[in-house]
Nanobody, 119 residues
Framework: QVQLVESGGALVQPGGSLRLSCTAS??????IGWFRQAPGKEREGVAC????????YFPDSVKGRFTISRDKAKNTVYLQMSALRPDDTARYYC??????????????WGQGTQVTVSS
């Protein structure tokens, strides 16, 4: 089973940018989604990418600010985040969602990577 590892989280000031990486231990053709969970809140989908759906963004709040991309040669999915806001503060996770970004399937969760937006 392919394992996914998140990295790239950091403390950043409001308005700043950050790029998260989700690196797979091997080749995977499945959809990969980024999720986040803030303290006291439920985990929510942020973005997903698949051969079937292309790039998909879920909360309206990230549209136009976040960009998901995939480098198949490096088995890595990136989440480029810009114009970061304090309400983007959360632990970010990636996992597979099967073939489609809209399936009910979710793979296992890793440790995630912490993003904190604060001045």
């Amino acid at each position: 089973q392919v394992q996914l590892v998140e990295s790239g989280g950091a403390l950043v000031q409001p308005g700043g940018s950050l790029r998260l990486s989700c690196t797979a231990s091997g080749e995977t053709r499945y959809a990969i989604g980024w999720f986040r969970q803030a303290p006291g809140k439920e985990r929510e989908g942020v973005a997903c990418i698949s051969d079937v759906n292309g790039a998909v963004y879920f909360p309206d709040s990230v549209k136009g600010r976040f960009t998901i991309s995939r480098d198949k040669a490096k088995n890595t999915v990136y989440l480029q985040m810009s114009a970061l806001r304090p309400d983007d503060t959360a632990r970010y996770y990636c996992t597979t969602t099967g073939i489609s970004c809209y399936s009910d399937y979710l793979g296992s969760w890793g440790q995630g990577t912490q993003v904190t937006v604060s001045s």
